[in-house]
């Protein structure tokens, strides 16, 4: 179990060079996104979203990895990020907050879930947390 792999693995996510494909490619066969409106998508939805042209990404950053808890080959991620995009032909620039579950199959982390909230989140509610 690796910290630095599921680091890794959200910086990928993070990036603005990830591919439409990014959830067939590093989720697993039953992997579901759920947007801040609460609907779902699968990977291949997802990916159709990226493909649209409704969704463009210019710029996208993983702020902190606040949570990090293994359960065998399980692994439940909590992390902020902050993005700038344009969704349906209106520009965005959120930080948000989002929780994966994580699955290791066959010595790879995949992602099995990922919810993202919507955006404005208070970064100082987290240090508050921690203090």
Same mark, same amino acid.
């Given at each position: ?78 992390? =902020? ?39 404005? =989140? ?10």
């Amino acid at each position: 179990m690796s910290e630095t792999e599921i680091r890794s693995l959200l910086q990928t996510f993070a990036s603005t060079e990830r591919t439409d494909d990014f959830f067939s490619d590093h989720g697993t066969e039953d992997f579901i996104f759920i947007r801040p409106s609460g609907n779902p998508l699968d990977a291949e939805g997802f990916s159709a979203m990226f493909q649209s042209g409704d969704l463009t990404i210019h710029d996208s950053e993983l702020i902190a990895l606040e949570r990090l808890n293994f359960h065998g080959n399980i692994a439940i991620a909590v992390f =902020t990020m902050r993005g700038s995009f344009t969704f349906q032909g209106q520009d965005n620039s959120d930080t948000y907050v989002a929780t994966a579950v994580l699955r290791n199959i066959e010595g790879e982390w995949r992602f099995a879930l990922l919810q993202r909230s919507s955006g404005s =989140t208070d970064l100082s509610s987290w240090r508050a947390l921690s203090d």
